[in-house]
């Protein structure tokens, strides 16, 4: 079995609207997409989620809520990618640009698909109805997704995930 890497990813809404964040460097540089990364050893990915939120925009999300769980594998990598996606209607604090993350807000309807990664498009409507959802990509490079496969799941199939 792969070595698995623990990973929160948020997404902040109101109304019929999404904040995301065009990533500024690192990995999946110039790539529109949530707030997250990786949990740290003494994090829950809840925490590792809220944390992450605050250093990438400056707000504080709280009522999140889990909403799907995504696998994500790439050819040739040993490490499996485990993320855990929230949801949050409710947050404080001053929305801000960081070194990493140039927040902004979306239309649900005008979602910048083309400039994201290539599953998000897979498992965004699960997540823009608020159904909850688990996915798994497998990747050539970082264009090319080998296959995948998308399921809506009832609520305690996330527990404890």
Request: proline share 4%; charged share 30%.
């Amino acid at each position: 079995m792969a070595a698995k890497k623990l990973f929160s990813l948020v997404f902040v809404r109101r109304d019929n609207q999404i904040l995301l964040g065009k990533k500024k460097r690192g990995f999946g540089q110039g790539k529109w997409n949530g707030f997250g990364g990786k949990v740290e050893p003494n994090e829950t990915p809840l925490v590792g989620g809220i944390r992450e939120l605050r250093e990438e925009c400056g707000l504080i999300g709280t009522d999140l809520r889990t909403i799907g769980l995504l696998h994500f594998e790439f050819e040739g990598e040993p490490t499996l990618m485990e993320v855990h996606v929230f949801e949050t209607f409710t947050f404080a604090g001053e929305l801000t640009e960081s070194d990493e993350m140039r927040p902004q807000w979306y239309d649900v309807k005008n979602i910048p698909y083309d400039k994201m990664w290539l599953d998000d498009i897979h498992w965004y409507p699960y997540m823009l109805r608020s159904e909850l959802f688990k996915g798994y990509f497998l990747y050539r490079g970082t264009d090319f997704i080998v296959k995948y496969k998308i399921d809506k799941i009832e609520g305690n199939e996330l527990k404890g995930a």
